[in-house]
């Protein structure tokens, strides 16, 4: 096993995650199997409890994990698929020695951050590694060296340098460059990191440099020089027009050749499909615009994997998708105001939870619904187009999910009683994949071209199946249905494209392998564009 440790260090927010995943894709593409680690150094067990609005999404993993955004960015690039213990915090680590201690497995010994600790880090690094079957597993440090909470951390990763052979082990420590006023790029706060970094006993093979132009190579000289690391170690990873752009930037720096030569990696065949689809990208003719009607629209980051999917399908369709963030809340007033989504060629509801904004979402499904627009629904989103066509198309006054209104006469969106029982015991959600049975001749089975589904699930509450027949009666579909009893999928075949899942095909989404549903509304958004 070959191990790249990557650390950060001036400041946060640099784009270190991006970094690492692009190094991962550049081993990957010369024909290595690569997987990737997240370390946060946070106290908190996972990402599950965390507001998107602090830390961003949630990223959810096919075994259910909920995990820091960046195992989305290392999937996404790797084109792989990653389980919870991927992600590593300091509240795992520490839940785990302290229930070995009371188990007695430290023979009364005083347990310490070394090397208890630093041990439970290795050996949860060592087995994650293995259990990946890769050749190559990618550490990614969060935070920035000198942080308190990266301490443990940070002393393991040294020891696993002395543990491990030289030829297996790399350490990369991405930083920032900055320009001052006159545009000289300043190397001082690399100097002082790097020297953070050898306090801790730490000594970087490559320094990979943020900055927003190219490395001059007086620049590279001096970093090489006050660093001590050799000048092709030094990279530029200067500012992208596109994240995906990245790798081939690193690539064209010699990173590859300097990683391949260090960890004396044996030459494999290559893989030009990430050069392809970034050609594909910079090729994109014409846009759609797409209205995303959320609650937290300030923080994209909120909905990355949305994002991202909605750009691998548009790669794939040749047509950019511009996406506005609307307000839900903007709605709320009796559904005032819904008329201005007239000018998007789309209308996407992301997943969410808690009342607010709710109403303004109906609305906006409704618009979507009695205008044409082509809408699609995710998780949260199939559920609001399900309270708005019980409402407004069956006729069922006050129908709603009992997440908003518990006295509600028509809960049709409910949690379903054999979740009940789960739930009392403690699983709070339905999380990670389940499959889904398409029907023939629906939208979903068009687009997937296949029967049986897998998809990834982050949610409590369901259609309540004593609605289905009604709802059915009057035009809408389930056109995906998991277990003969939860709805995964619903659509109304009059419509251009209207459906809603329970699912979140985002997680999926791959650059260069767009999710079937988010090039099929892409496709029906670039159809609607063109006809009016
Ligand atoms: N709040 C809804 C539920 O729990 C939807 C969840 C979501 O959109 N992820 O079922």
């Known amino acids: 096993m ?15 995650g991006i970094t690492a995943a692009s190094i991962g894709r550049i081993l990957k593409n010369k024909g290595y199997d690569v997987t990737a680690i997240k370390i946060d150094p946070y106290i908190n067990i996972d990402a599950g409890t965390m507001s998107p609005f602090q830390h961003g999404e949630v990223f959810v993993l096919k075994d259910g994990g909920e995990v820091d955004l960046d195992l989305g960015n290392y999937e996404r690039f790797l084109d792989t698929e990653l389980t919870r213990e991927h992600n590593i915090t300091t509240g795992q680590v520490y839940q785990s020695v302290i229930s070995k201690e009371r188990l007695g497995e430290y023979l009364g010994k005083t347990v310490q951050i070394i090397p208890h600790i630093t041990n439970e880090i290795k050996e949860r690094i060592r087995r994650v590694a293995e259990k990946s079957g890769a050749d190559i597993c990618l550490i990614e440090i969060g935070g920035t060296v000198g942080d308190i909470e990266s301490m443990p951390f940070l002393e393991a990763v040294r020891q696993m340098h002395r543990e491990e052979e030289q030829k297996d082990i790399a350490f990369v420590h991405v930083t920032l460059v900055p320009s001052d006023s006159q545009g000289d790029q300043k190397t001082k706060p690399t100097q002082h990191s790097v020297k953070e970094l050898r306090q801790l006993g730490l000594t970087p093979d490559i320094i990979v440099s943020r900055c927003k132009e190219p490395l001059l190579e007086a620049t590279r000289s001096k ?3 006050f660093c001590d690391v050799k000048e092709d170690a030094v990279i530029s990873a200067h500012d992208a027009e596109d994240i995906y752009e990245v790798p081939l930037y690193i690539e064209e720096e010699g990173l590859t050749r300097y990683m391949i ?12 499909s990430w050069h392809d689809m970034v050609a594909k990208m910079k090729e994109m003719k014409g846009s759609v615009k797409l209205a995303i009607v959320g609650k937290y629209i300030d923080l994209e ?38 008329e201005q989504l007239s000018e998007y060629d789309g209308i996407l509801v992301p997943g969410g939870f808690g009342e607010r904004g709710i109403e303004g979402k109906i609305a906006a499904v409704k618009y979507a619904r009695e205008n044409d627009i082509p809408y ?14 019980a409402r407004n198309v069956v006729g069922l006054d006050g129908a709603n999910s009992t997440e908003f209104d518990p006295e509600s006469p028509h809960p049709v969106i409910d949690i379903l009683p054999e979740q009940k029982s789960v739930i009392d015991m403690g699983a709070t959600m339905r999380l990670g994949d389940y499959d889904a049975v398409l029907k023939e001749g629906s939208i979903a089975m068009e687009s997937y071209g296949n029967k049986n589904i897998v998809e990834r ?16 009666d009057n035009g809408m579909i389930f056109s995906g249905v998991n277990n003969g009893r939860r709805m995964e999928i619903a659509e109304i075949p009059e419509h251009s494209f209207y459906v809603g899942c329970q699912f979140h095909p985002e997680f999926k989404s791959r650059p260069g392998k767009p999710s079937p549903l988010f090039k099929s509304f892409v496709e029906a958004m670039i159809d609607r564009s063109k006809s009016s």
């Not at 040749?318 to 819904?338: H, I, L």
């Not at 699930?457 to 059915?472: D, G, L, S, T, W």
Request: charged share 25%; net charge negative; proline share 1%.
């Open 2 to 16: 070959k191990y790249i440790i990557v650390t950060g260090g001036v400041m946060s927010g640099l784009g270190k």
């Open 223 to 225: 970093i090489a020089l």
């Open 261 to 272: 030569d260090m960890l004396e990696l044996v030459e494999k065949s290559e893989d030009r």
């Open 301 to 338: 980051d909120s909905y990355l994997s949305i994002t991202e999917s909605l750009k691998h399908a548009a790669i794939e369709c040749g047509a950019k998708v511009v996406m506005s963030w609307v307000d839900a809340e903007k709605f709320c007033n009796g559904g005032t105001g819904a």
């Open 457 to 472: 699930h982050r949610h409590r509450y369901e259609v309540n199946p004593n609605f289905i027949e009604q709802i059915e």
């Open 376 to 389: 699609f629904g995710l998780c949260l989103g199939m559920q609001v187009a399900i309270i708005e066509f």
